[in-house]
Each structure stands twice: as C-alpha cells, then as structure tokens.
C-alpha cells in the first residue's frame, strides 16, 4: 500500500511517499526556519503563508522522486494535529482535496504518533510494544506504545518541553533560533565545573519540569552580565545538557524498569542531540535493554514519518470523511481513532 503523506503542523512544508509504513520511496522537506530566525521563533501566520505557497511544489517533488503517479496512490495522510492550526489547515485542505480527487481514504495523522513511526523507516526488526521517548519542540513524553496504533502515556512534562527548553537557553547565550543545535555543539566544547545549575523536580514518577531550568539559565547568564563577569557560553551549555539529559534518560530507564519493556525508542527533533543519544547508548548497555534511534535526518519534522504511522492507522480502520478538520490540541491516546 503507496500512501502519500503531508505534513504542515509547524514551519516546515513536507511531503513523502511510503509503502506499508517501512519503505520510503521519497521525502520532501521545505523549512522556513530562516525566515522565522528573524523574529526568534515561529511566527503562526508567516508559517501558514509559506505552507499555502510551497505545498503544491513540495507534494509533487514527492510524487517525482518516488516515480509515483497520483493513480498508483492508494492513500492520504495528513497530520491533522497538533500543531499550529492555521499551519495544519494547509496540510490537511490540500489532503483532503487530492483524495476526493482521486478517489482515496483520507487518513488523519497524530504527529507525535508520527514520530514514534519515524523508527519504523529504518528498523524493520522494530515492532510494538517499547517504551518511547518523545522529545520535540512542543512536546516532551514518555509513552508505552503498546500496539501500532495503542499509546500510553506514562510521564510527560508539566510545563516547557525538552526543546523549548533548549531553545529557550539558546535564546538566552544569543544562540539563532532553533537553539537546541547551538547547545548541543557548544555542550561539546564546555566545562562542566564552571557553573551550577538546578536539577528538576516534578510530581509524578516520570513527569518532567523544564520551565525552572530554564529560569534559571536566565538568572544565571543575568547575574554574570550585571557583575561584568564574561558568560562562558560552552560552559553554560553543558552544565544545561547535562541536566536536561540525565532527566530524561534516568526517567526512561526507571520507567521501563516499572512497566517491564526492554526496548526504548527515541523520537523527535530532540533526538538528535549526541549528548541524549550517547547517554541512552550508555545506559541502554548497562541495563541490558535494546535502544532504537532514529537517524538524524528523521528526528526533526518530516512527512515520512507521518506516512509511516498513517498504514497502521488505516490497518485499524482511522480514516476520516470530508468533515475531518485540523485540532490544534489531541490527546497521543485518542488520536484519531474512531
Ligand atoms: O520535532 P521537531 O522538529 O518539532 C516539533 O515537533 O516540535 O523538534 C524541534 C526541536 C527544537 O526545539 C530544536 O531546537 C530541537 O528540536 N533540536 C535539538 C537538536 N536538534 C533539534 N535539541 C537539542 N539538540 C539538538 N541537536
Ligand atoms: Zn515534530
């Protein structure tokens, strides 16, 4: 089964061929990135515009480099949530058009479901159930992924999410938006002795809290300029790596301890960070348990991922009709299921 998939939930307009959720045929990604630099972050209504004038372009890339004419599809996916709304109604008019068109299922994608599938692309050995965590730039969760399309979810953040959390203390070095890169390369070079910082605490066993770290990068950087001290930027990166990564990876591994998985799949732009990718590689060994990472070119927002989960939705029956809309807030349990 050839499915065509868009995605447009945030600032980059992609499009992919994939053929029963683990063969890519094609990915497209237009990013508008540069343009949101300007302003320091997504700005909604820029990112709807470019959506509305690279969608088309961007969708028939796709059909090309996967040598697939519109009538050897046999469905639509969209992401129609969450995300931006005016972001995601682009994907999902355009989806929705093109399968009435041509005569096909439509088939709505939860984009964190999404980039759970992102694994699938490249693993062909991986299948349900694992215990994911899903790091991203508007989301940050531990979930069970008990079958394709059955989700729980077992810990998430109470407040920013991992990425915002490094965009935020990037923004705070004068790092260009999006800032988790520009950590991850200075975290590299850095002094993890210079500088204190405060480990999160949250309620909930696997529930994680980024907004005081954040916080206190922002004191910590402001305490400096106002003593006329230099801010070491490398060295505050790391001390802030360090944290965000041993949160992340001692709530994962104590997770899976409690609800007895032995395989941890990392998803979202969040997993490309080698300081997260090397820690879990650690512990994974130490623990024994097998460790999935997706690679860097399906971490961020891509529509292969969507296309991906999308077979496995339609297996179990989520197709919508001409009302679907875009929700710009869904539950990764619900999702989309009928
Ligand atoms: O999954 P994604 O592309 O978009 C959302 O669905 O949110 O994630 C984007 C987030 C941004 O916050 C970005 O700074 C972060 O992923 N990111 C990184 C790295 N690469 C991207 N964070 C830390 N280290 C990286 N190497
Ligand atoms: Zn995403």
Same mark, same amino acid.
């Given at each position: 089964?050839?499915?065509?998939?868009?995605?447009?939930?945030?600032?980059e307009t992609?499009?992919a061929?994939?053929?029963?959720?683990r063969?890519?045929?094609?990915?497209v990604?237009l990013?508008?990135?540069?343009?949101?630099?300007?302003y320091?972050?997504?700005?909604?209504e820029?990112?709807?515009r470019?959506?509305?004038e690279?969608?088309?372009?961007v969708?028939s890339?796709?059909l090309?480099?996967?040598?697939?004419?519109?009538?050897?599809?046999?469905?639509?996916?969209v992401?129609?949530g969450?995300g931006?709304?005016?972001?995601?109604?682009v994907?999902?008019?355009?989806?929705?058009?093109?399968?009435?068109?041509q005569?096909?299922?439509?088939i709505?994608?939860h984009h964190?479901?999404?980039?759970?599938?992102?694994?699938?692309l490249?693993y062909?050995?991986?299948?349900p159930?694992f215990?994911? /965590?899903?790091?991203s730039?508007?989301?940050?969760?531990?979930?069970?992924?008990k079958?394709?399309?059955q989700f =729980?979810?077992?810990?998430?953040?109470?407040?920013?999410?991992?990425?915002?959390?490094f965009?935020?203390?990037?923004?705070?070095?004068g790092f260009p938006?999006p800032g988790?890169i520009?950590?991850?390369e200075a975290?590299?070079k850095g002094?993890?002795?210079t500088y204190?910082?405060p480990t999160?605490?949250a309620?909930?066993?696997?529930?994680f809290s980024?907004?005081g770290?954040?916080?206190a990068v922002?004191? /910590?950087v402001?305490?400096?300029e106002?003593?006329?001290?230099?801010?070491?930027?490398?060295?505050v990166?790391?001390?802030f790596?360090?944290?965000?990564?041993t949160t992340?990876?001692?709530?994962l591994v104590?997770?899976?301890?409690?609800?007895?998985?032995?395989?941890?799949v990392?998803?979202?732009?969040?997993a490309?960070?080698s300081?997260?990718r090397s820690r /879990?590689?650690?512990?994974?060994?130490q623990?024994n348990?097998?460790?999935?990472?997706?690679?860097l070119?399906?971490?961020?927002?891509?529509a292969?991922?969507?296309?991906?989960?999308a077979?496995?939705?339609? =297996?179990?029956?989520?197709?919508?009709?001409w009302?679907l809309?875009?929700?710009a807030?869904?539950? /990764?349990? =619900?999702?989309?299921?009928?």
């Amino acid at each position: 089964m050839k499915i065509l998939a868009i995605e447009s939930s945030c600032d980059e307009t992609a499009s992919a061929v994939v053929e029963n959720g683990r063969i890519l045929h094609s990915s497209v990604i237009l990013s508008q990135v540069e343009e949101h630099q300007l302003y320091g972050g997504v700005v909604p209504e820029i990112a709807s515009r470019r959506h509305v004038e690279g969608i088309e372009q961007v969708v028939s890339q796709a059909l090309t480099q996967a040598d697939t004419p519109l009538e050897e599809l046999d469905g639509i996916a969209v992401t129609a949530g969450p995300g931006l709304i005016g972001a995601l109604l682009v994907g999902v008019n355009f989806g929705k058009a093109l399968a009435y068109q041509q005569n096909l299922p439509l088939i709505p994608v939860h984009h964190i479901r999404g980039h759970i599938a992102a694994n699938y692309l490249v693993y062909p050995e991986l299948t349900p159930p694992f215990l994911s /965590l899903v790091v991203s730039g508007g989301h940050s969760h531990i979930v069970l992924v008990k079958d394709y399309t059955q989700f =729980q979810v077992v810990g998430r953040t109470l407040d920013d999410a991992a990425g915002e959390a490094f965009d935020k203390a990037a923004r705070t070095l004068g790092f260009p938006y999006p800032g988790g890169i520009y950590i991850d390369e200075a975290a590299k070079k850095g002094n993890p002795a210079t500088y204190r910082l405060p480990t999160p605490r949250a309620e909930g066993a696997y529930n994680f809290s980024f907004s005081g770290l954040k916080t206190a990068v922002i004191n /910590l950087v402001h305490n400096l300029e106002q003593k006329g001290e230099p801010v070491i930027k490398e060295d505050v990166a790391t001390t802030f790596q360090e944290i965000v990564v041993t949160t992340l990876t001692d709530k994962l591994v104590a997770a899976a301890k409690e609800y007895k998985q032995d395989t941890l799949v990392c998803a979202g732009g969040v997993a490309a960070n080698s300081g997260l990718r090397s820690r /879990l590689e650690q512990v994974a060994q130490q623990e024994n348990l097998k460790l999935f990472l997706p690679p860097l070119s399906l971490c961020g927002d891509n529509a292969a991922m969507i296309g991906a989960q999308a077979f496995y939705e339609f =297996q179990d029956g989520n197709v919508a009709d001409w009302s679907l809309n875009a929700t710009a807030t869904v539950n /990764l349990e =619900q999702g989309f299921s009928k």
